[in-house]
């Protein structure tokens, strides 16, 4: 049987987040799993990038996933990388610009601040 050492506990310890912090994460995917929805009621596309970015795909794994069959030739998939990467970052338009917006009327609509969601 093993044993733990002092240092190996606090460590341990240290590294498991407080209840407050559990909380506190909940509350912030609760807020975007919100953002997400209310998105996806008036364009869906811009929800669905949005959600392939929150997995943390890159615009190619984004086009792949977009793809239906799996089997695409480096052209189609180039053209489509970069045009849902024009779609995400768009100013005024785009996925993100979206998202902020919903994202705004819904801290906003809990009394928050988005500096909130960053703690």
């Known amino acids: 049987m093993r044993t733990l050492h002092i240092n190996e506990m606090n460590d341990e ?3 498991q987040p407080s209840p ?17 929805l209310m998105l996806a009621e008036t364009s869906p596309r811009d929800a669905k990038l949005m ?3 929150f997995e943390g795909l890159t615009y190619k794994e984004m086009a792949k996933r977009e793809f239906q ?6 052209k189609k998939l180039k053209k489509k990388t970069d045009s849902i990467k024009k779609q995400f970052t768009r ?5 993100i610009a979206k998202f902020k917006g919903v994202l705004k009327r819904c801290l906003d609509k809990n009394s928050l601040k988005y500096i909130d969601l960053l703690n």
């Open 91 to 95: 100013d005024k338009s785009g996925s």
């Open 51 to 53: 959600l392939m970015h």
């Open 69 to 74: 069959d799996g089997r695409v030739d480096s």
């Open 20 to 36: 407050e912090d559990e909380f506190i994460e909940k509350e912030q995917q609760k807020l975007i799993h919100e953002a997400l």
């Open 13 to 15: 310890f240290q590294n």
